[in-house]
């Protein structure tokens, strides 16, 4: 387990890591060169833009996520200023070198005005680097950049930098790269005025759509910051995981009726993507008076006053642009804490030892185990015998060790025994890897390999559903005990019904795979529906600060209850009321626990979800997606 308080040297840190700005289009240097982001591209064509590592490597970047078939290519305009022999210099990576030193299948090519360069970027080096691709005589005036993907598995491109000085290479220090950006971006010093809220929410999965929609029915003017440009977080057709656990609950049955709105009719994990109904968490935002949404952005700073949050900075994941977002409240919905961390928040991350909170399910003694992330996979049925290429890069499969599976969901977890934030890339990426080895084997060496001949990969997540990282401290601590022995709080606020579910490494794949697992167990430990406390809902020492969804302030056991989705939302929709309650009567969210709990009891019992909305049952799925009715569901 870690903790952390904030220090000089931790906002340092964070300043140095909190990814760089990017140019919606290449701006000439004098006598430098031309700089381009690569998530800027007019045209992305059939690459997508993947932020979800830019605080670690820098900046969103390109990812060519073809499942073994090349991608269109993403291209763009830009204007060359002088004639002259350009050098084309690329900050890529070869994704599959923690694992083998061959050469990788990320390949892909640059291309200028429909001529490709000599040098095949992306399957050489170990880190984020720049790369030579080769050079161009160029004309001034407008010319044509492409990416060119040559095999489909994943290349990435993050920048790219053009120069007529022979040598003339940009930084690969983090720190030196971000002043360079700023420098050849000629980004403003200042972000924009983004404007002032009564409530500002970063992170748009289900817990932070709760909390911002909740508050602006509650009479506050909401921003809602998310990352990504579809709504919904693990619930999104990105990542595919149903929606969990129980709503509308005892003591306040009220909770959660807002889920009916935009809640997937269809349970299931990895399932086709209109079945997670995208467009209707779409429309419970948009559609929501008093409410800002913000797709496509990213928290990137936060200013402080004190032990207090005074704007934050976002910035855009293609075009670079920021803005300054004021509010006297803010609440940090981003799963990883983000935000609470940029504050200087106390956080927790791991597994706490048996005896610091008395619990029977922590180990004996604490470590940084942490419940891992999924990439979700199906295949489909084709008419006819389809191919996929041979691919091993460092993990070998054999007719002993092999899945013989057409999908793979929620049990295919990774990065259980690694950083679930400062190496998630290489989780993710770990993730890709088995998916497309187990396949090719499955395809081309299986000794079953005609039940796979007519067999295709339909879908294979690249955005990684994640379980478990940081935890923010609020003024409680939800803990085992308080679940098992039913302990009353007089803040009692979200009910818990899902068990105790803690994944660990599956043993088969344990035994095949020692130290590299990526499938998952749980054993099922039962509990009886418990309303945790409202003090779990807010940060202890960060005084405008509140939290919903897998950051609350639980310990690691209770986190297996607490991170299901349908429970995250009821505490949005509690957080969102405490907002409302802070706005008129003036206080902070720990004043509302001190001097207005019952004004917050009374919003409990109201409810913030619509009463006219009309569903034939209201339904609820197991871990595998199948629908379960209350009277099926043991606590």
């Known amino acids: 387990m870690k903790r952390s308080l904030f220090t000089l040297s931790g906002l340092l840190s964070i300043l140095l890591s909190s990814g760089f700005p990017t140019v919606s289009q290449a701006q000439p240097v004098p006598a430098d060169g031309l700089f381009v982001e690569a998530e800027s591209f007019t045209s992305k064509g059939g690459w997508s833009v993947d932020q979800q590592f830019m605080d670690q490597m820098g900046s969103p970047y390109l990812i060519a996520h073809g499942m073994g078939v090349p991608v269109a290519d993403a291209s763009t305009s830009l204007d060359i200023p002088e004639a002259g ?7 890529t990576y070869n994704w599959t070198s923690p694992w083998t030193s061959s050469e990788g299948p990320g390949a892909f090519r640059i291309k200028i005005d429909g001529k490709p360069l000599k040098t095949v970027l992306g399957v050489k080096g170990d880190s984020w680097q720049w790369q030579y691709a080769g050079s161009a005589r160029l004309k001034p005036g407008q010319t044509t950049l492409a990416l060119s993907d040559l095999k489909g598995f994943d290349g990435r491109c993050d920048a790219l930098w053009l120069t007529k000085e022979e040598g003339n290479v940009p930084p690969a220090d983090k720190e030196a790269l971000r002043t360079f950006r700023r420098k050849v971006g000629a980004l403003p010093e200042k972000p924009s005025d983004g404007g002032e809220y009564d409530f500002v929410v970063i992170g748009g999965g289900v817990a932070g759509m709760c909390a911002a929609v909740s508050a602006a029915r509650f009479g506050c003017k909401v921003a809602l910051v998310n990352d990504r440009p579809i709504p919904g977080g693990n619930n999104s057709s990105e990542i595919r995981v149903h929606l969990g656990a129980y709503i509308e609950q005892p003591p306040y049955p009220a909770l959660g009726r807002m889920l009916r709105e935009f809640g997937h009719s269809k349970g299931g994990n990895a399932q086709p993507a209109s079945n997670y109904e995208d467009d209707k968490k779409l429309a419970f935002i948009e559609g929501q008076e008093g409410l800002t949404y913000l797709p496509c952005f990213r928290a990137v700073k936060v200013n402080m006053e004190g032990s207090k949050i005074a704007s934050v900075v976002i910035r855009n994941i293609e075009t670079a642009e920021e803005r300054l977002l004021r509010a006297p409240l803010f609440a940090d919905c981003t799963g990883d804490g983000n935000l609470g961390f940029m504050a200087g928040a106390d956080w927790m991350m791991g597994r706490e030892g048996r005896d610091e909170f008395g619990e029977s399910l922590a180990p004996e003694k604490g470590d940084k185990l942490t419940m891992g992330s999924s990439v979700q996979w199906y295949s489909v049925e084709e008419p006819k015998k389809s191919s ?8 070998k499969f054999t007719e002993e060790n092999s899945e013989k599976v057409t999908m793979g969901e929620w049990t295919w977890e990774t990065g259980m025994n690694l950083d679930q934030i400062n190496d998630f890339e290489r989780i993710r990426d770990y993730g890709l890897l088995v998916v497309y080895s187990n396949w090719s084997f499955l ?3 299986c000794s079953k390999k005609e039940d796979y001949a007519n067999r295709s990969l339909g879908w294979v997540a690249y955005v990684a559903g994640k379980r478990e990282s940081r935890r923010l401290v609020g003024d409680y601590i939800l803990k085992q005990d308080d679940v098992d022995k039913q302990v009353f709080h007089e803040d009692a606020s979200f009910t818990m019904t899902w068990h105790f579910d803690l994944h660990f490494p599956d043993p088969a794949n344990s035994a095949n795979f ?10 099922s430990n039962p509990i009886y529906p418990y309303a945790a406390p409202y003090r779990c809902l807010y940060s202890r020492n960060i005084d405008n600060l509140f939290m919903a969804g897998r950051d609350i302030s639980t310990t690691h056991v209770t986190l297996g209850s607490t991170r299901l989705m349908r429970t995250g939302a009821m505490m949005g929709e509690v957080v969102g009321m405490a907002a409302s309650v802070c706005k008129e009567k003036g206080t902070t969210p720990r004043g509302v626990y001190q001097h207005y709990l019952p004004e917050l009891k009374e919003l409990m019992k109201k409810g913030a979800g619509r009463t006219n909305i009309q569903l034939p049952d209201n339904q609820h ?8 009715k209350p009277k099926d569901i043991v606590f």
Do not use: I, M
């Not at 022999?85 to 900050?91: A, L, N």
């Not at 996929?388 to 993990?395: D, L, N, S, T």
């Open 443 to 445: 395809k081309n060496h």
């Open 514 to 523: 020692p130290g590299n697992e990526f499938k998952a167990a749980t054993k």
């Open 388 to 395: 996929f290429p041979e691919f091993e890069y460092g993990v």
């Open 621 to 628: 799925f197991n871990e595998g997606g199948h629908l379960k």
């Open 85 to 91: 022999v350009y050098h084309v210099w690329v900050r």
